[in-house]
């Protein structure tokens, strides 16, 4: 049975105590905003392809999901996710492309200001 991804703190980016509306630094605010992208790249690689691994993933066909997509298996089309989000994540966030007016708005998930 696959584990569910969870993140801490469970409410991620909405509990106001680990991401701060106003952090200290620039440093403080890209980690803000690259901690869940972690913890989302730490259970793909370490959870989720060791589970879908052992239970025959590779094994399972699949159709393309985009124009160009050659990976025949689930666990191709998993490994080549992980290769794009690896990227992402060592790329970081670009100098200069958050602004202070995108920190200092509102929260908003699902219709909700918070």
Do not use: C, W
């Amino acid at each position: 049975m696959l584990t569910k991804l969870q993140f801490e703190p469970e409410t991620g980016l909405a509990d106001h105590t680990a991401y701060l509306t106003a952090p200290d630094s620039e440093d403080a605010a890209r980690e803000q905003l690259q901690r869940p992208h972690n913890q989302t790249r730490d259970y793909l690689n370490d959870v989720l392809l060791a589970e879908l691994q052992e239970s025959g993933a590779s094994e399972l066909g699949a159709g393309p999901l985009y124009a160009g997509d050659t990976a025949g298996s689930v666990m191709e089309k998993l490994l080549a996710l992980r290769a794009a989000i690896d990227e992402i994540v060592s790329a970081g966030v670009p100098d200069g492309s958050i602004t202070t007016d995108k920190l200092s708005g509102d929260l908003v998930i699902d219709g909700g200001e918070y």
